[in-house]
């Protein structure tokens, strides 16, 4: 969503037409559900409709993206404000995969623990039974 909205943000500020930048950015979107749903929101700009309406219809978009673009629909600040979106959605991502990697990692660590502990058992247990071995034939 962030890569979207980033894209659609610069495509208008280069003076795109509105459903061409739509278009275009939802290009870069990955989630086949989310193109399929930007691509209807493309369909209704070129019926002449504006943008929140659209956005609003798509059950898949949070409701903060389409009053942000409502507003600046009606303040004539669309690019900034769906810029500024797609800034927050990619710091917001940034924090998510921060906090995932901080739920994941002290597991990982207790596998790669557990892992060097299963190495260092299987190399020390031999040379302990080979030591024994010898110990017992040297005891008559």
Do not use: W
């Amino acid at each position: 969503l962030s890569r979207f909205l980033l894209s659609l943000g610069r495509l208008l500020r280069a003076g795109a037409l509105l459903p061409d930048a739509v278009d275009l950015a939802s290009q870069t979107v990955m989630n086949l559900h989310l193109r399929a749903a930007l691509n209807g929101v493309r369909q209704e700009l070129i019926r002449g409709r504006g943008l929140a309406g659209p956005l609003a219809r798509c059950p898949i978009l949070p409701r903060m993206l389409v009053d942000f673009v409502k507003i600046g629909e009606d303040a004539g600040t669309l690019e900034a404000n769906i810029t500024r979106m797609g800034i927050f959605y990619d710091r917001e991502l940034e924090e998510r995969s921060k906090t995932l990697m901080g739920l994941v990692e002290p597991g990982m660590t207790v596998i790669l623990g557990g892992g060097v502990a299963f190495v260092a058992i299987s190399v020390i247990m031999p040379i302990y039974n080979i030591i024994s071995e010898v110990g017992n034939a040297a005891i008559p």
